[in-house]
Nanobody, 123 residues
Framework: VQLQASGGGLVQAGGSLRRACAAS????????MGWFRQAPGKEREFVAA????????YYADSVKGRFTISRDNAKNTVYLQMSSLKPEDTAVYYC?????????????????WGQGTQVTVSS
C-alpha cells in the first residue's frame, strides 16, 4: 500500500487542523492505520490509531480529548482532526499502516509509511 498525506501547515495555539492520508494499492480496509509524530531532537511517538472498520480508536494521553482519528474506507482515507492545538504539538506527522492485528502503538509494527508533513503551532 502507498500512503499520501496532506493537510499540514501553520496554526496558532488553540486552533485546528485536519490531516488526511490517502492509500492506494491493496485493500485499505485490511489495514489498521496509525498516526505518529516526531519533534526535533525527539523520537517518533504514537499519536493515534484506528481499527480496520473504524470501530476502535486509540490515543496517546497527550492528545486524548483534542485529536480525533477517523477513516473512510470507501475513499481509502484516514483522517486526523487536531483541535485545541498546543505549541508542543509541533512536529512532523506521519501516517502509517499495518496488517498485524496486535499492533497499535509501536511504530516498529507498522510496515507502510506516508511522507511526513510539518505541523507548526505558534504560541
Amino acid at each position: 500500500v502507498q500512503l499520501q498525506a496532506s493537510g499540514g501547515g501553520l496554526v496558532q495555539a488553540g486552533g485546528s487542523l485536519r490531516r488526511a492520508c490517502a492509500a492506494s494499492g491493496r485493500t485499505f480496509s485490511s489495514y489498521r492505520m496509525g498516526w505518529f509524530r516526531q519533534a526535533p531532537g525527539k523520537e517518533r511517538e504514537f499519536v493515534a490509531a484506528i481499527s480496520y472498520s473504524g470501530s476502535n480508536t486509540y490515543y496517546a494521553d497527550s492528545v486524548k480529548g483534542r485529536f480525533t482519528i477517523s477513516r473512510d474506507n470507501a475513499k481509502n482515507t484516514v483522517y486526523l482532526q487536531m483541535s485545541s492545538l498546543k505549541p508542543e504539538d509541533t512536529a512532523v506527522y506521519y501516517c502509517a499502516a499495518t496488517l498485524r492485528p496486535s499492533v497499535v502503538r509501536g511504530s516498529a509494527g507498522y510496515d507502510y509509511w506516508g511522507q511526513g508533513t510539518q505541523v507548526t503551532v505558534s504560541s
